[in-house]
């Protein structure tokens, strides 16, 4: 936790133009098509390569939904930038279930668990399904992720902003 609020702090410090920060009004499901939008115009008048933008409104998408879904309101996105990479973090005041491993869990799932759903991975009959796999898809497309708990919860991950960082 210490290290997470140290980074808190740290991109608190940035200047303004390398971060946008808003709150979502309500908890309706169509607010995560808004807050696509939203994120997707704030990357690219940042100038990120389409790539990092097309898997960032996707992050932020999952996350928001799973906000939505799972905690309550308020909901806080938040983008960050600087030193080539893109932090995406996203509050809410639900609480999650199990403890941290330390300041960063590993959301490639080393708990064997899917977020979304609190269910085992691979357990779900309907592989094809449209819920189940939004922290799987966040970890896939982070360099860097983890989340914070407590009162509230915050999700986040890390995304190279460089188009030759880009797998």
């Keep these: 936790m210490e290290i997470l609020a140290a980074q808190a702090t740290a991109l608190s410090l940035l200047p303004t133009a390398d971060r ?8 309706d499901l169509a607010q995560a098509a808004h807050t696509r939008r ?3 115009g704030v990357l690219e008048r940042w100038r990120l390569p389409r790539a990092t933008v097309d898997d960032a409104v996707l992050v932020v998408c999952e996350l928001v939904t799973n906000a939505i879904r799972h905690g309550r309101s308020p909901v806080h996105i938040a983008l960050h930038r600087g030193q080539g990479a893109l932090t995406i973090s996203v509050s809410d005041q639900g609480h999650v279930p199990f403890p941290t491993k330390g300041p960063e869990l590993d959301l490639d799932l080393d708990l064997d668990l899917d977020l979304d759903l609190g269910v085992e991975l691979g357990t779900d009959p309907d592989h094809l399904g449209e819920c189940g796999r939004g922290l799987s898809i966040v970890a896939a497309l982070s360099q860097a992720h983890g989340y914070e708990g407590g009162d509230s919860t915050t999700f986040w991950a890390r995304l190279h902003t460089h188009p030759t960082d880009h797998a």
Excluded: G, R
């Design 38 to 40: 939203k994120a997707a």
């Design 20 to 27: 946008h920060v808003w709150s979502l009004p309500d908890t």
